[in-house]
């Protein structure tokens, strides 16, 4: 029956779902595959507790009128000077900070912990060093794709597997009007955000830029900020990262 939701009414769908010529299905991975997978998302969890930890350690010491710019290394510093604050704080207020501190510090080993760990597979795995002759690409970015991604050929081309992960304008088009809006923010969040920051760092810094397509970035510079750009450069490496995935090739300069 229509609008009714039961394990009848899924079958049927999953049996209707999979006759469709356009459907495309994760591929399973290895046991070592997921366990490669897993270091990257006890990583990220790790990474947000510290993000969390440092802004609240940020925010308590506000509350009494000690405050900083926004960013980890500036927690960091204050974290070197809070002995020349703590003989102004309550001692509650400093056993807080000292529980903080401490989690940040256990916080900070874990993920160094897993970032040599995948720094090590990173030398021994092919993919990983082929991946990281992009620009804006290094070790963690390398290796959370050929983790993610183990056979390329679930995707048809390069444009869709950057629409796979949500870096290509979302349509809002009818009557034969053709707009176009934000990013889909589709697919995969951790990859995005990996190779948005990627290409961020290939907008910043001209040697970079040369290596993708300089000319090309400086002129979208010109009419556009320059986050709008590096997610247009993102798609850019999206599009060469499945190129390389499929082919082997080594990544030529523009």
């Not at 609008?3 to 999979?18: F, L, M, S």
């Not at 992009?134 to 081309?157: C, L, M, N």
């Not at 870096?167 to 948005?196: A, C, E, F, M, W």
Request: net charge positive; with cysteine.
């Amino acid at each position: 029956m229509r609008g009714a939701k039961n394990d009848a009414t899924d079958a049927a769908a999953i049996c209707e779902a999979v006759t469709r010529p356009n459907m495309r299905f994760v591929a399973i991975k290895s046991r070592e595959d997921q366990a490669f997978l897993m270091l990257h998302r006890a990583r990220g969890l790790l990474v947000r507790q510290r993000t969390m930890a440092a802004c609240a350690f940020r925010a308590h010491l506000a509350e009494y009128g000690v405050v900083v710019a926004q960013g980890r290394h500036r927690v960091d510093v204050l974290i070197a000077k809070l002995d020349e604050i703590r003989q102004d704080l309550p001692d509650d207020a400093c056993f807080a900070l000292d529980a903080l501190i401490g989690q940040l510090d256990a916080l900070n080993r874990q993920i160094e912990g897993i970032d040599a760990r995948l720094v090590e597979i990173h030398k021994t795995n092919a993919i990983c060093r082929l991946l990281a002759t992009i620009p804006g690409i290094g070790p963690i970015t390398a290796t959370a794709f050929a983790a993610t991604i183990p056979d390329p050929s679930a995707f048809r081309s390069g444009r869709e597997f950057a629409a796979w992960l949500g870096l290509t304008p979302r349509q809002n088009s009818s009557g034969g009007r053709h707009r176009l809006g934000g990013i889909t923010k589709q697919g995969d969040r951790y990859l995005r955000h990996l190779l948005v920051l990627g290409a961020r760092t290939v907008v910043r810094y001209p040697k970079a830029r040369s290596r993708v397509d300089g000319p090309w970035i400086e002129a979208l510079l010109e009419r556009r900020r320059p986050m709008v750009v590096a997610v247009a450069v993102a798609n850019k490496l999206a599009r060469a990262i499945w190129a390389m995935l499929s082919t082997g090739e080594v990544f030529r300069n523009a």
